[in-house]
């Protein structure tokens, strides 16, 4: 697995192993090998065309999201930098560490993501204002 170290979000680009063979491919990722222990894996598709996902940051929850099929872009922002990532290789997900507002955009057609998180769903664990989300970094 490799990551890209480069970017002041902290933020980076996370590779998994493929496999490809005359049936296909195969990406997979092992806990032991990631920044956190998975807590929740959950997808996201059918967006209409237009629409937005995300919208939120986490207070304590880190999560990486792979496009299994299809692509998006990835719109960060740590309250003092942002940077927009676009995702369309079911090999390379995003680690969004908390305290980072993110939004998915752009979907094309048919697109598949999967997210894998390290906590279970709360909540009480989002920040759904950007307002509120500039305003804490702010102070």
């Known amino acids: 697995m490799s990551k890209k170290n480069n970017s002041p979000l902290q933020c980076q680009l996370i590779t ?3 496999i490809t063979d005359p049936r296909g491919s195969l990406c997979f990722a092992e806990s032991a090998k ?3 222990p998975i807590e929740r894996v959950f997808w996201i598709y059918g967006v209409p065309e237009g629409k937005t996902r995300g919208g939120h ?15 998006f872009d ?6 003092k930098n942002e940077n927009t990532y676009h995702l369309d290789s079911p090999q390379v997900g995003i680690l969004i560490p908390p305290n980072v507002w ?8 048919n697109t598949i993501c999967v ?10 664990g989002y920040i759904n204002e950007y307002t509120s989300f500039k305003n804490a970094k702010d102070s």
Do not use: K, Q
């Open 115 to 124: 997210v894998l998180a390290s906590e279970a769903y709360n909540s009480e």
């Open 57 to 71: 940051a986490h207070t304590s929850c880190a999560e990486i999201v792979f496009p299994v099929s299809g692509s």
């Open 16 to 18: 998994v192993p493929l």
């Open 102 to 109: 993110c939004e998915l955009r752009n979907f094309s057609p």
């Open 74 to 79: 990835m719109w960060v922002d740590d309250g």
């Open 34 to 36: 990631l920044p956190f």
